[in-house]
Every structure is written in structure tokens, then in C-alpha cells.
């Protein structure tokens, strides 16, 4: 691949000072496409979410079912531990604060009088979306959002998150059948057009991982995506967890199956994906799958008991109950009972998002830190 630096991209022309000094690893040239703190995808005043004219959709889009489960998983948790309150539900890479207001929208009773919700994102866009759709729990203080770097406050109840970690800046590698290396951007022809390239890389921690887990042997192209900031963000975002519940969903799989299929960084601009990360950097969403093997492994480390990772499709059908619910969309207008069920199986049929998603939740009780 050999590419020309755009330099009506205002990114670009950071990118190729840096380029024209050394090459630039694939996370870093991620961390600054999306978290550059002017030109930054995330810092940028136009919202990505959406359908027509927007990068991508989240589950949030399809409808309020992923936020209604999780209300209802949160509610049965809620009893488990003894009705606690205040019950926090603390969610970082909270976006549009969408999953907050379904959740918030979801729950009644004495355990909506104990929820507490935290929103936390700092893309200033996110920001202001979240003040509409979570404008009447702002206005009775039930609900409200994190001041950046703000160090919250220690609770009992639950981190949550939907598409977070696949947000995180992360590494390419692979196998050649010899050694492994890491995927960089380098520039070519004095600094006016750049192409990647794959290097020795020097993180010993990834390649053990990698080495460790790949299943069967590995083949040269093996590869799969290393996230060096997971357990400093996992660290962040569990600290103020007392007691309660990890839960979070994004799409990735194993660590085994990652390093099979090769996996590498995907970009989506109004909703095409390829893989071309270093093309038009602020411009187009950049993200990996998550590997969540390490996921679990680092929750483990601190103190939380994970359950196996499981489909979205499985998880759903697990845990809401969907006999009753349908029961309760038949007093429903036709279009509505439609749209009811249409979200359900956009997160159950596999080939929607019922098989690539995957949930992680794992507890934290006191007695196992
Ligand atoms: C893919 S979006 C998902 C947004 C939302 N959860 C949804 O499903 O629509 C990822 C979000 O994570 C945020 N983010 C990235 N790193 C973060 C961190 N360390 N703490 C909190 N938010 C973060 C980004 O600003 C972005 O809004």
C-alpha cells in the first residue's frame, strides 16, 4: 500500500512531521485519529452515531431491548445484594448516554428510586447529546455526567459499557513463521506519500500473549490486535466498583480465535468497513475486536469472579424474559409490536449482531479481592 498525505487534513500534516522523524505504530496513529485532543474523530463537534449520513450504528440505534436487559438483569442483582441505595450504574464510553436513558426508562419501583446513573465520555458531542437524552433524570438528580477525570466516588452496583474497549487504540501484529511483528506507517519519497510496513516489535507482554494462545500452532499471518492501555482503563473504570457487577459488550471473540483469523484494525465511514486505518486519520471511525480472553484474564487480576463470555444472541436469550415481553408487545399499536421485534432479532440472529457481539460480565463481592 502506498498512500499520499492529504494536507488539507489538518491530522495529516501532524502525521507526516511525525512520519519524517520515525515510523508511526498503527496505536499510536489510532490514538491520535480518534483522541487527537482538536482533530481527534471523538473530539470532532459532529456525532458519528447514527443512520443516514452518519459511520455507524450501535445496538442502541436498533432499539431500547439491550438497555431493557440489562434493567432487568441489574434489577435481579439489585435484590441479590439487599437492595442497596444508593445502587450506581457508572458506564464509561457512555456516547449518547442512549443505554442510561433506556435503562432508566426500563426500571420502577423502590429499585428506581435507589439507581444512581453516571454517564462518562469525554467527546465533547457525546456530551451534549447525553444532556437531551437524559434531560428529566438530570433534572431530578437521579442521573449525571462525570467532569473529565473526574475520580468517582467509591459505590455498590454496576460498570457498564457497550463498545468501549473496541475504541481503545490498539496494535496489529503477526506472525511471518520466524518472529513477530507489528504493523507501522513509514514514509516514502521525502516525506509526500507514506505506506505501511510490518517491523520487530519489542513488546514482550504481547508476544508471550500471542505465543501463549495461539490454538493448534501457528501459521505464518497469525496475527491479532494488542491494546497496551486495557488494564490501565480497566483499572480506571473498576476502582469505584465496592461490590456489584462488570458487564460489558462489544464484538471480538477468544484470544485463540483472534490470532487465527488474523485480526487487524477496521475502519467504517458511512458505514462501509475496510481496513485502510491510515487512510483520511479524524475522519472515519478506527476499531478493533476485543480480545476477551484478556479481558476476563485482567478482570481476574482484579478481584472480579468473570463468567464465560458468551454471544449477544445467547446473553439475551439467557437473561430477559422474552415470553413475557412479547406477551406485553401484543397490547401494542402494529408498528410498534414491529419494531419491538425487529430489535430483538437484530441482537439474537447471528448474522445481525447476535453471533459477533459478545458479553463479558464478571461480579465483585468484597471476600474475593
Ligand atoms: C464506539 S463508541 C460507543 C458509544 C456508546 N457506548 C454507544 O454504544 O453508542 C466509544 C466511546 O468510548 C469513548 N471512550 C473511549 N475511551 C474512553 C475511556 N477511557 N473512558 C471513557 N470513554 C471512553 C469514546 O469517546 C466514544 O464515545
Not at 464509561?92 to 439507581?115: E, M, N, Y
Request: hydrophobic content about 40%.
Amino acid at each position: 500500500m502506498v498512500a499520499k498525505i492529504d494536507s488539507a487534513n489538518q491530522l495529516s500534516a501532524i502525521i507526516e512531521q511525525m512520519l519524517s522523524k520515525a515510523p508511526l505504530s498503527a496505536s499510536d496513529y489510532m490514538s491520535l485519529a480518534l483522541y487527537h485532543p482538536e482533530h481527534g474523530y471523538y473530539r470532532q463537534s459532529e456525532l458519528p452515531w447514527g443512520f443516514d449520513g452518519k459511520d455507524y450504528f450501535t445496538a442502541l440505534d436498533l432499539g431500547p431491548l439491550l438497555g431493557e436487559t440489562i434493567a432487568y438483569m441489574l434489577h435481579n442483582i439489585w435484590l441479590d445484594l439487599g437492595c442497596p441505595c444508593p445502587f450506581t450504574i457508572f458506564e464509561p464510553g457512555a456516547g449518547r448516554g442512549w443505554l442510561g436513558r433506556d435503562i432508566l426508562t426500563a426500571i420502577s419501583g423502590d429499585f428506581a428510586k435507589s439507581v444512581q446513573y453516571i454517564h462518562c465520555d469525554d467527546c465533547p458531542a457525546a456530551g451534549r447529546e447525553a444532556i437531551v437524552a437524559l434531560k428529566p433524570w438530570l433534572k431530578s438528580g437521579q442521573a449525571r455526567l462525570a467532569i473529565q477525570g473526574e475520580d468517582i466516588e467509591p459505590f455498590v452496583g454496576a460498570v457498564i459499557s457497550n463498545e468501549l474497549f473496541d475504541a481503545l487504540p490498539a496494535q496489529p501484529w503477526r506472525w511471518d513463521g520466524a518472529r513477530w511483528e507489528r504493523e507501522v506507517l513509514v514514509s516514502l519519497n521525502g516525506d509526500i506519500q507514506y505506506c505501511t510496513a510490518w517491523e520487530k516489535g519489542e513488546s514482550l507482554e504481547a508476544i508471550k500473549w500471542f505465543s501463549q494462545h495461539a490454538e493448534g500452532g501457528l501459521q505464518p499471518e497469525d496475527g491479532s490486535v494488542w491494546v497496551d492501555s486495557m488494564p490501565e482503563v480497566l483499572t480506571d473504570i473498576c476502582r469505584p466498583l465496592k461490590k456489584g457487577l462488570f458487564l460489558t459488550i462489544d464484538y471480538g471473540d477468544s484470544a485463540g480465535r483472534l490470532i487465527a483469523k488474523g485480526a487487524s484494525l477496521r475502519r467504517y465511514c458511512q458505514h462501509k468497513v475496510d481496513g485502510k486505518w491510515w487512510e483520511n486519520p479524524g475522519k472515519s471511525d478506527l476499531t478493533a475486536d476485543v480480545d476477551f480472553t484478556r479481558l476476563a484474564y485482567l478482570l481476574e487480576c482484579q478481584g472480579f469472579m468473570p463468567k464465560k463470555t458468551v454471544s449477544l444472541g445467547r446473553w439475551i436469550s439467557n437473561n430477559a424474559p422474552i415470553v413475557e415481553w412479547e406477551k406485553q408487545w401484543q397490547g401494542l399499536p402494529q408498528a410498534e409490536r414491529a419494531k419491538r421485534s425487529h430489535n430483538l432479532l437484530q441482537l439474537t440472529m447471528p448474522n445481525a449482531m447476535g453471533e459477533r457481539f459478545k458479553v463479558l460480565q464478571a461480579v465483585k463481592t468484597p471476600g474475593n479481592q
